[in-house]
């Protein structure tokens, strides 16, 4: 299997599957004499971790990170770790896994899951969670967004739940505040409330539903990307899409473009106070022509609901006989609730590669910042 890398410059390669030993990621690029701490990438994984709360898989993994290379501290760094620009390896051990809980579909295809896929492709697939199809490897982007953001020091990458199955938050009551006192990463604390009633419902019911993940950058200069085959929101629909059970991306209005007439969806300017202009909307969500703006780059995905659910589904098993297939064990009813540091840590790995492409290309000149 290959196609286990993104980037260019800023390039990060994961491994590792759901249940096997470890999973882990390789993060080439990353540029010397930053400092980078093992607490500093835990504190990311510790906002995705499972089973912090009822909504989430109780599978209980510490997720607790060890850097292998790419760094070096001694008495000339003042104690410091610094990284070094050379590869930084990092391992994450699984130490719960529960195979057993799929013994009854190790011959059979989950509807909505890749199992099918997969041995259609390689003649061969990991039946226990998913092997690399899981979720669970999303562990290793969080803990390569935590060095991506070391990257680009005056951005700042935020992410929250604006929709859980049908229920959506008011914008009106959007508070990024709020977004770390709830178990849902909701900006909305009456719509947090909602939410976990509704939740409750389907997660005893054995179901499973979707959500809208938004995630925002602010502080993104502008001139990052490069016309045509080079998007900066082009390499970033294509991150978000790389998510496990993501199925659609929008860039600022997305799709509710298509309903605004010209007048509305152009961002109009006036003149600004650094020698740019200074934007009186932000329709285009920071970005013209793949180039970035200066404005807040805004990017949503929705997330489908969980393949893996209580409620048996007709399927067919590996040598093409009718089953019906139930999925025991421990299972997110909302796997979008744990992607919202995932979809930050993807925003942050973009941008990291960008923000080296351009240094490439037009080196250290300042760049034209809007107000």
Request: hydrophobic content about 40%; some cysteine.
């Amino acid at each position: 299997m290959s196609h286990n890398s993104f980037g260019h410059l800023f390039r990060v390669t994961t491994f590792g599957e759901s249940h096997g030993p470890a999973l882990g990621c390789v993060v080439d690029g990353c540029p010397p004499l930053i400092p980078l701490a093992e607490a500093e990438i835990q504190a990311e994984l510790d906002r995705r971790r499972p089973g912090q709360s009822r909504f989430t898989t109780q599978r209980q993994e510490p997720d607790a990170v060890r850097i292998l290379s790419g760094v070096f501290s001694d008495e000339r760094t003042g104690g410091h770790q610094l990284t070094t620009g050379t590869p930084i390896a990092l391992v994450i051990e699984n130490v719960d896994q529960r195979s057993k809980d799929y013994g009854e579909i190790r011959d059979a295809y989950r509807p909505g899951h890749a199992d099918y896929a997969y041995d259609a492709k390689y003649g061969i697939r990991d039946y226990r969670g998913g092997g690399r199809s899981s979720a669970r490897e999303t562990a290793a982007r969080v803990a390569a967004g935590a060095i991506a953001r070391k990257v680009v020091p005056g951005v700042t990458v935020r992410g929250a739940l604006v929709q859980l199955g049908p229920l959506r938050i008011d914008r009106a009551r959007f508070d990024w505040d709020e977004v770390g006192r709830n178990p849902f990463f909701c900006p909305d604390a009456e719509a947090a409330r909602e939410w976990a009633a509704y939740l409750d419902g389907i997660r005893k019911a054995g179901s499973s539903v979707g959500a809208v993940i938004e995630v925002v950058a602010e502080g993104v200069p502008p001139g990052l990307g490069a016309p045509i085959y080079g998007k900066l929101d082009a390499d970033l629909a294509a991150a978000m899409m790389s998510i496990n059970a993501v199925k659609g991306v929008e860039i600022g209005e997305g799709f509710a473009a298509a309903a605004l007439r010209g007048e509305d969806n152009a961002d109009e300017m006036r003149p600004g106070n650094r020698g740019g202009p200074s934007f009186l909307a932000n329709h285009a969500g920071g970005v013209l022509g793949g180039i970035s703006t200066g404005q807040p780059l805004v990017c949503r995905f929705a997330v489908k609901p969980t393949s893996s659910i209580l409620t048996p589904r007709a399927s067919v098993t590996r040598d093409n006989r009718a089953t019906d297939v139930v999925t025991r064990g421990r299972h997110d009813p909302c796997v979008g609730i744990r992607a919202v540091p995932v979809g930050e840590a993807m925003m942050a790995c973009v941008l990291a590669d960008h923000a080296l492409r351009h240094r490439g290309q037009v080196g250290e000149r300042a760049s034209i910042q809007p107000d």
